[in-house]
């Protein structure tokens, strides 16, 4: 990712993938397409690092995969939420959330 | 998180590697369609569209290699590869690939043999319950360990806390009869506790309760405990045998126990049959209950350490009291000695390991380095290929590990060649290894024995790889085009000069070790025995039962064998002797002069007792100094008379005559014998041993008979050879007393040394190995300069240099190298000597002449080493060398 | 991401806010410092933070001496550089740009998204 804080959006991206396939199911690409639209351009995801990514989440257990037929009778690999995996969702949501509110608390206090 | 599923996807990428890569190839393809389609609807036409996705992409195939490379299942793909890939590159160099495997199995060979017989004695506990809570007690009087009296022991039983069970033991040796050949057994005669305190119990059968231990009666009944291999040896494992009646000594035995087979009893290795002490608890003072002849053993309480239980013992010498009384000699005033069994075991031969160890360690590394020269060596040609690699893509880290695998799977055969090796040899080591190294029934090569070769190999192949991969490294760091660079070759030789050095100084080290040894076996044998050893044959033969009990039998018994024995032709001359000199007996009382004072408190009163028959010291070979043998009418009821031999006479009489001084063997309370002459000195532990005061007197002077003796036979020629028609002549007198330990004095005096000997056997090995492989690193090499540097031989040839130049050249090389490790060699030898201490004898550990002629043997040996480079560097010639790039 | 341990970009962040803050300081202090401004929610310790100081004075964003601290025992003291100033402002902003988004990220519900 091409982002200016490069290692926090890595420590973050399997964060992101789980809540964008929370939604609903989605392919790699999609996947993608959707975080460069929510962070208006900012997070540039690298093809590689993704797809290992959900390869990885998906051995941990948090993601399905299923292969469904394209419209050129292709195949496309499409990865959802399993049970675990909304779990371990709301579990790096709350964590993020104290870790950014204490960030923000440091960045704030003049002395 | 899951790991199921990871099992179950690495395995199927390594199962169904086709189908897992089809899958990521349809993934990153329909994620490029989708990135293509997301630009066309941007605007772009389709081609257009496809090729700024590809763009955005990167290179489909890192792509793809980038997400397949995550998974467990690589890391064990990519190391099979590299095995194969290993396994190719050994075959196609196959000669070094088999000397530098045969090199490692060597090494390894060595080191695993000898972790199998040390790992019993210096790791493995004891094989008894809880063995450290074993400890071994003395009496400690005069300062040294001295057997226990039945009645220290007793006091011991009833005032200690600090111990759970104690039990005293002493050799005991019956004659099995009732069987068609008697055999003598070695067993001994124990406190009802014995198997208690060990914390081993029968198989088969019961223990000994103290029931079975009451004093001794005549009529019995008498109970034995045997052993696993005596039931099986003699009894052909048959399971009633508890509960039979055996006959020992001509007496009946019930047998009611078995021990389990695998027992081992450290503290008795021979012993094969157990049976109960029976001593009078009213305690006589002149009955053998207050003798110093048992060995005390005792498991101290799990709640106490060893160190309190040693303190207890000390308090128990010290505070004396009215309920249990002691007599003059075991007053106990010098307390206890006490050690755990551990340690007991160990103490003995530890120096001797340790320098075994080193010696293993040494032989170890010399092969590593050996092995590792080789690798740099053939690592030379291998840059270009390495470089070539690099440029295709491979990482730096791939490279590596595949350099790493190579010699791992190298050392992996070398490896399993050295158990091979070692199990072959680990019998040899048994049979050849002095009978002290203990628990050598234990040696074998075992789990733990193939783990510590299996961790061995491993480290020995990553440390024998590293300089080779490191230098693999440089060679293909990005740049590195495949040429020949200088810088690189530089440092290559420099690396591989040390090495060799390195060898060359250990070898020298070993080479030093064997030569003082054998120095030292050498002096040990110019040593004068006191006794011609040559054509003697001797043998113990035994007078057991009832029917000897008496003295006048026992001593016709042994009249009527030396008569038949001096019937055999070929015998020269025939005499008994109660001790033999090198046999291992020691059996020696205090003598005290009359005319002399006692001796000084430091001074050691004792002298070895022979009770010999007349004719003994010409049977021997042992000159007659002074005064007159001892001779037949020194019987029974006549004076009694005795001989000694110079040196004690020396000592103890200086400026008297010997000739009519009195003196006692052993109490004050005895009888006077009168010394009427004087013989040479005969040595009776070990050659080693200059001091060995003897007392000869006649047999039936004596206040016993001793019921063992050994029979000296002199024959003209080949005395070996007259063992069957002695025996033959023994058995017409009596064909049930067992005769045993036949051998030849000259098997006695070379057995006497068998632990120096065992030693230098070792060393000799280590050494001679060490050598050949240092003459061999030395000769690759500088073979291999050669090779390198003929363009430069070439060069110099055409430039004007003689033959003889080009040769002292190679020359040059070879012996700077051979001298600095010759230099380093000797001061690390100086060093590792001391390890070797205890086993010299006759040479100090700093002997120049062994130092000298080692150096002087390396250096001819590397001379041989550099010829043959020197004469190939001599034929090169200049047209062809200056070619040859 | 499973605890509250503090990720290494971040914590040059924090690092540099305090110096920021609170002026030239030993890494003890700004553990500390770290620590209690974010009520405990994140723990520092030294393992993670030395490589991170380390960096910071590589890369010339903090400079390091040697002084006493408060019971006079010898400690090296950090401040920040002006090129340090100047890397704080960039880092902050662009932190409360990735916080913002990751923020927009949680907001989205499934209606939004087409």
Redesign the interface.
Known sequence: MDAPNTDVIQGTLDMLILKTVSLEPMHGFGITRRVEQVSRGVFKVNPGSLLTALNRLERAGWLEAEWRQTANSRRAKYYSLTRAGRKQLEEETSSWSRRASAVARILKAEA | MSLWRELARGLRGLINRPAADRDIADEVEQYVDEAAASFEARGLSPEEARRAALRELGSVTAVREQVRAYGWENIVETTLADVRYAARRLRRYPIHALVAALTLALGIGASTAIFSAVNPVLFQPLPYPDPQRLMLIWDGQGGSRLDVTFGTYRELIARNRSFNAMAVMRPMQPTLAGVAEPERLDGEYVSADYFRVLGVRPALGRDFEAADDPPYDPNGPFVAIVSDTLWRRRFNADPTLVGRQILLNDIPVTVIGIMPTGFENVLSPQSEIWSTLRYDPALPFNGREWGHHLRLVARVRPEIDLDRASHELQEIAKAQLADFERPQWASLQDGFIAHSLQDELTRSVRPALVAIVGAVILLLTIACVNVTNLLLAQGASRRGELSVRTALGASRARIIRQLLAETLLLASIGGALGIVLAHTTVDALVTLSPPELPRSGAIVVDRTVLAFTAGLTTVIGLLVGLLPALNGFRASAPGGAPQQSTRIASGHQLTRRSLVVVQVALALVLLVAAGLLLRSVQRLFAMPPGFDPTERLTMQVQVAGQRFRDAETSHRFFDSVLEAVRQVPGVTAAAFTSQLPLSGDEEAYGVHFESTPPAAAEEDPSAYRYAVSPGYFAAMGIPLRTGRALDSHDGAGAPLVAVINESFARRRLPGLNPIGQRLHIGPNSGPWFTVVGVVGDVTQTSLAVTRSDAVYITAPQWRFSDNARWLVVRSQADAAALAPAIRRAIAAIDRNQPIIRVATMEERVRASAADRRFALLLFEAFATTALILAAIGTYSLLSGSVTERTREMGVRSALGASRLDIVALVFRQGLTLTGLGIGIGLGGAAVASRALVTLLFGVTRLDSATYAGVATLLLLVSILACAMPAWRAARVRPSVALRFE | ????D?????LA??VL??LD??GPLHGYGIARR?EQ???D??TVNQGTLYPVLLKLEQEGSIASEWGASENNRKARFYRLTRQGRKQLQ???R??????A??E???A???ED?K
């Open positions: 991401m499973k605890d509250t503090v990720r290494q970009g971040t962040l924090m806010k305090t803050v609170l770290i401004i974010s009520g929610l994140l960039t880092e902050a662009s932190w409360e740009q990735t916080a988004i990751i927009r990220f949680f989205v519900k499934g998204v």
